[in-house]
């Protein structure tokens, strides 16, 4: 059982970045992790995923050359750093863990994090 913590969300103005993370224990940070986000009443989105080497990511196009995920693994930890927010960027910040490989799908990932608020304000 894996457990995912995030933390580094906030409110911040359009513009401006801000860094999550997430702390994972347990069995399977061995595989690709992920960043979902949920905004009031949409879909949960796909933001990020990361294979356990860090050598190759996916991102969203969405977010693509504004946010940046990372991980690591000799802190069990995985990133996203977010620049250029904007009003849209608004929503639960959600890690995911589990996935055999890069995915921008849910179903691919069989553990979840609480979530972290980040509210981008005008």
């Known amino acids: 059982q894996v457990r995912l913590v995030e933390s580094g969300g906030g409110l911040v103005q359009a513009g401006g970045s801000l860094r999550l993370s997430c702390a994972a224990s347990?069995?399977?940070?061995?595989?690709?992790m992920g960043w979902f986000r949920q905004a009031p009443g949409k879909e949960r989105e796909f933001v990020a995923s990361i294979t356990w080497s860090g050598g190759n990511t996916l991102h969203a196009d969405s977010v693509k050359g504004r946010f940046t995920i990372t991980r690591d693994n000799a802190k069990n930890t995985v990133y996203l750093q977010m620049n250029s927010l904007k009003l849209e960027d608004t929503a639960v910040y959600c890690c995911?863990?589990?996935?055999?490989?890069?995915?921008?799908?849910?179903?691919?990932?069989?553990?979840w994090g609480q979530g972290t608020q980040v509210t981008v304000s005008s």
């Open positions: 347990g069995r399977t940070f061995t595989n690709a």
């Open positions: 995911a863990a589990g996935s055999p490989g890069l995915s921008p799908s849910r179903y691919a990932y069989n553990g």
